[in-house]
């Protein structure tokens, strides 16, 4: 009773995404078609942070200026300082070696290459820094493509919908084509941690 249960149900979400809908004499349907595969290699957005005493900041700040040849995109996002107390510090006076201050600068590195050499070279430094990666970046020119070759795909997927639902004695003629959400139901972050494209279209067809 359980596998009818659930084989009825697997049924009924493949076809959720069809809409067959009478207007007059006419008849027409609408199918969601979808493509969703791995992403090839990509790159990184990174959020990179300095976290150390002010004394050492300047020679970071001249890095982190250098390596934006390298990274033309790269921006500062952050930039704060502070006195870093310690217990039985309180009530004390301020030395100079106290002053602690925090640098962030948020870039996207097309590759792991260059993510690799930017982190040696960060260890190499001695640098009091941390390192994060926020998601997956595709450069731009590449990342059109790819979508225009998803949406071809989600396109066909809805095609062979359309050829399934008119039947073997009828034909169809596609009235409007829509591209939708394409991070619906899970979100950007799904995709875009689990390296995961997706493309959606939404296609209205006249039955002859």
């Known amino acids: 009773m359980h596998l ?3 084989a009825l149900a697997a049924g009924w979400l493949a076809l959720s995404s069809c809409e067959l809908r009478e207007t007059g004499n006419e008849n ?8 969703e595969q791995q992403m090839p290699e990509t790159g990184y957005r990174l959020n990179l942070s300095y976290n150390g005493p002010l004394d050492t900041r300047d020679q970071f700040v001249a890095w982190a200026d250098s390596l934006r040849q390298k990274v033309p995109g790269m921006v500062k996002t952050n930039e704060s300082i502070y006195v870093n107390y310690m217990p039985g510090q309180t009530g004390h006076g301020i030395s100079k070696d106290m002053y602690q201050t925090s640098v ?3 870039l996207s590195v097309k590759d792991s290459a260059l993510y690799s050499r930017i982190s040696a070279d960060l260890l190499q430094r001695s640098f009091p820094f941390s390192i994060n990666i926020t998601g997956s970046y595709l450069e731009p020119d590449r990342e059109k493509q790819l979508q225009q070759q998803m949406l071809q795909q989600a396109l066909s997927d809805a095609k062979a919908k359309l050829t399934f639902l008119s039947g073997k004695n009828r034909t169809y003629e596609i009235v409007s084509i829509e591209e939708l959400d394409n991070t619906t ?3 950007p972050e799904y995709y875009d941690f689990n390296r995961r494209m997706v493309a959606r279209v939404r296609v209205k067809a006249r039955l002859d």
């Open 28 to 35: 027409y349907v609408e199918v969601i078609g979808q493509h």
């Open 185 to 187: 139901p899970y979100g």
């Open 104 to 106: 962030t600068y948020l």
């Open 4 to 6: 009818t249960t659930l």
